[in-house]
């Protein structure tokens, strides 16, 4: 089982820029992928990026492909959800999560992956 402890939100203008941070613990062997969802107030958890632990399989979700980024930092154990040109539709809490490595729709949805981060609250000011 991994551990997720995720770091990093908060308010932020909107045109803005925000990082968030997971560091993993446990077994962060490279059989393990990790996600990025956010939920707003009333909505569905939603997903936004995926990677394997070993940087390969990188996918992010079309509403934010032009938007966000994430990357692994292996030798820290460490994911991250780069965000730029924030909008106040991205308010929301933000959730690490991470699963056995999978491929296809699976690894978009919530229930492909086993833990989750404590989740974070970006806010965007209009």
């Known amino acids: 089982q991994v551990q997720l402890v995720q770091s990093g939100g908060g308010l932020v203008q909107a045109g803005g820029s925000l990082t968030l941070s997971c560091a993993a613990s446990g077994r962060t062997a490279s059989r393990y992928m990790v996600a990025w969802f956010r939920q707003s107030q009333g909505a569905e958890r939603e997903f936004l990026a995926r990677?394997?632990?070993?940087?390969?399989?990188?996918f992010v979700a079309d509403h934010v492909k032009d938007r966000f980024t994430v990357s692994t930092d292996n030798a820290k154990a460490m994911v991250y959800l780069q965000m730029s040109s924030l909008k106040p539709e991205d308010t929301a809490v933000y959730y690490c999560?991470?699963?056995?490595?999978?491929?296809?729709?699976?690894?978009?949805?919530?229930?492909?992956?086993?833990?989750w981060g404590q989740g974070t609250l970006v806010t965007v000011s209009s």
């Open positions: 990677v394997n632990w070993d940087g390969s399989g990188t």
């Open positions: 999560a991470a699963g056995v490595r999978a491929v296809g729709q699976i690894t978009r949805v919530a229930r492909g992956y086993s833990s």
